[in-house]
């Protein structure tokens, strides 16, 4: 009972730093699929009209934009694509089977923005796009629609009646389900009806800090509008999202959070440590007699500090190591759970997983637990060095 | 000075304060034990002879006068040399036993080598020596509260042995004893006093007292008789048996 306050703390420590951890994995998980430096870029219709254009324009993006941004931005780009997207227009069949999936045109670089996992057989490759190959990748979801148990590899699938060969099988690792095609984005420009035409470019830049990333953004969206007349104080007709700077906001809003949580974790401890002191005096009151008889023997007030906080230390720290191993028992409980949960229903992994207290977590835990043993340990023990053996003795 | 006289003491003055009066407990007393000598100091309670014990025993300090044990002057010192000289100079026995509850005889005993860094196993190997010979073999193993009076008090004696010290401090060893048991106790004790060990017994039972050479009677705060015992017999029974 005397330890259970410092028991409570650790477990309640090693609890509150797990969830953070779970937390932040789970918000990791969600950019696991993405280059953590990648800028998506969308158009829109113009809300300013500009240099005799009329507001509510269309942009629409083309090769020739994708050729610029390759030349101009050559130092700071190391992977850019186009993004042909055709919205679940595309019916895909397989023999008598068939479906409705997001159907995207892409570059083989693509693979290093967008990153899924290759389960089966290639991605999209340079080859493809110079012959205008009708070859398609799927994802896991489609495959399994599609094909059920058979092998995919070298099948023909027909998109809007047009055989392509399938030649990858893929899963995005951060949305599984996703049920999607990806093609070369020249094949898909040609078969439907594209033209030069793209919806989406996507960039992964070479910056390492989010300023960098910022700076590219800019300058990418200043040449887009350029290039399509669009008022400098047209805040709407391009949107890029900048990965790296979201995920950085992200990534300090939880290390914010780890400094909560160490605060108050302390905070507890801190009240288990008081409860301990207390009791040592207690104890120590208790054991006036026995100080006193051990004084008059010959110990000197040193070796009696050392008896007392010796016992504070190991109250605290078995109490402590208690706390621990049930506070790291139910986190890997959880994360067991957890794991199950996550692969009937993915989302779930995007916001909680992983929930573990590392080793570091641990040893920085003891070394509290130690410092707060010996905190505890302090005033009982002065207050037992300073015990005259005269009056513990004749106090009968 | 003499240079065979292990306790003297000279001009010796204690007042404790009590509020805004202090109270003069010792006023001025000169002693001189010589080694080896067996004394009892008496008085009635109040008469300081507890507090002389405790200044003897380094366990309180004294106000003024001299205090040399065994040629060594005793001032105020900190705790932590006045505990080494504790260790080594002197033994305690008390009224009431004072042995540790929760340990039991052996450690007990071994105790005070712990104090003086001896190791776990070496202790309790003496300690064992020591419980022997005071017939407690044993008992080595029981704890204090399953031991009579007059084994705990036999116990309390071996842990004052075993650090071989100059002087034993008795402090009404017998006082929670019967007389029968008291008379045992006695007999150990004048038989360390054989040993060439000095033994020094605070006691108000004038039995106990005339089993001494010396008794030394206190009287208000002074020394009231010091008169050697002209009937002390030594002991001839072999109950400690001397190695």
Do not use: C
């Not at chain 1, 730093?17 to 870029?41: C, P, Y």
């Not at chain 1, 049930?326 to 067991?336: C, P």
């Not at chain 2, 007999?187 to 008794?215: P, S, W």
């Amino acid at each position: 009972m005397t330890g259970f306050s410092v028991a409570w703390g650790i477990f309640m420590l090693i609890l509150l730093l797990g969830s953070g951890n779970g937390l932040q994995h789970g918000m990791e998980n969600n950019f696991r699929g993405t280059a953590k430096n990648a800028l998506w870029i969308w158009s829109r219709q113009t809300q300013v009209s500009y240099e005799g254009l009329q507001a509510g324009r269309r942009i629409q993006f083309t090769n020739e934009d994708y050729n610029h941004l390759v030349n101009m931005f050559y130092d700071d780009i190391s992977n850019i694509s186009g993004r042909f997207r055709l919205w679940g227009s595309g019916t895909v069949t397989y023999k008598d089977q068939y479906g409705d999936y997001d159907l995207e045109g892409v570059r083989p670089e693509f693979q290093h923005i967008q990153i899924v996992d290759m389960l089966q057989g290639r991605y999209l490759n340079q080859m493809d796009m110079n012959e205008h190959r009708k070859v398609a990748i799927l994802s896991l979801p489609v495959k399994k629609a599609l094909f059920r148990d058979e092998d995919p590899i070298g099948k023909y699938i027909r998109i809007s009646k047009v055989p392509f060969m399938v030649v990858g099988i893929f899963e995005n690792p951060e949305r599984r389900d996703d049920e999607k095609i990806y093609i070369p984005v020249n094949t898909a420009q040609r078969v439907f009806n594209g033209s030069n035409q793209l919806s989406e470019l996507a960039i992964s830049t070479n910056a390492l800090t989010v300023a960098e990333n910022k700076r590219i953004e800019e300058a990418v969206r200043t040449t887009l509008m350029k290039r399509h007349r669009v008022a400098p104080d047209d805040k709407q007709a391009i949107g890029i999202w900048n990965t790296l700077e979201h995920f950085k906001q992200a990534q300090g809003v939880f290390s914010g959070i780890r400094l909560f949580v160490w605060v108050i974790g302390i905070m507890t401890i801190i009240a288990g440590i008081v409860g301990v002191s207390n009791i040592m005096i207690i104890l120590v009151k208790e054991r006036t007699k026995e100080i006193g008889i051990r004084k008059a023997i010959g110990a000197t007030p040193w070796s009696v500090i050392r008896l007392v906080l010796s016992e504070s230390v190991f109250i605290t720290s078995v109490s402590g190591f208690l706390g621990l191993v049930f506070g790291m028992g139910l986190l890997s409980a959880v994360s067991m759970v957890l794991q199950t949960v996550a692969e009937n229903s993915p989302n779930v992994e995007n916001i909680f997983y992983n929930p573990t207290a590392n080793v570091s977590v641990v040893v920085s835990a003891l070394v509290v637990l130690i410092v707060a043993g010996l905190i505890a340990g302090f005033v009982p023990a002065r207050k037992a060095a300073g015990i005259k053996p005269i009056e513990a003795l004749h106090d009968e | 000075m003499s240079n065979n006289s292990i306790i003297k003491v000279e001009g010796l003055h204690k007042s404790y304060k009590m509020g805004n009066n202090a109270l003069h407990v010792l006023k001025g007393i000169d002693l001189d034990i010589k080694a080896g000598e067996m004394v009892s100091i008496m008085g009635s309670s109040g008469s300081g002879k507890s507090t002389l014990l405790n200044i003897l025993g380094i366990l309180d300090s004294h106000d003024r006068g001299n205090y040399y044990l065994d040629n060594i002057r005793i001032e105020k010192m900190n705790e932590t040399k006045a505990a080494r000289f504790r260790n080594n100079y002197i033994g305690f026995i008390f009224q009431s036993f004072n042995l540790i509850s929760f340990k039991n005889a052996m450690e007990n005993v071994a105790l005070p080598l712990y104090y003086k860094n001896i190791s776990r196993k070496k202790r309790n190997q003496m300690a064992l020596e020591y419980l022997d010979r005071l017939g407690l073999k044993e008992w080595a193993n029981h704890l204090p509260a399953e031991l009579s009076g007059g084994q705990k008090q036999r116990i309390a004696i071996a842990r004052a042995l075993i650090s071989k010290p100059k002087v034993i401090l008795a402090d009404e060893p017998t006082g929670a004893l019967d007389s029968q048991t008291s008379f045992e106790v006695m007999d150990i004790l004048q038989e360390v006093n054989q040993m060439g060990i000095t033994v020094i017994i605070v006691t108000h039972e004038n039995d106990i007292a005339h089993r001494t050479q010396r008794i030394i009677r206190l009287r208000d705060g002074i020394i009231g008789e010091n008169k050697t015992n002209g009937n002390f017999q030594p002991v001839n029974k072999e109950i400690f048996t001397n190695s």
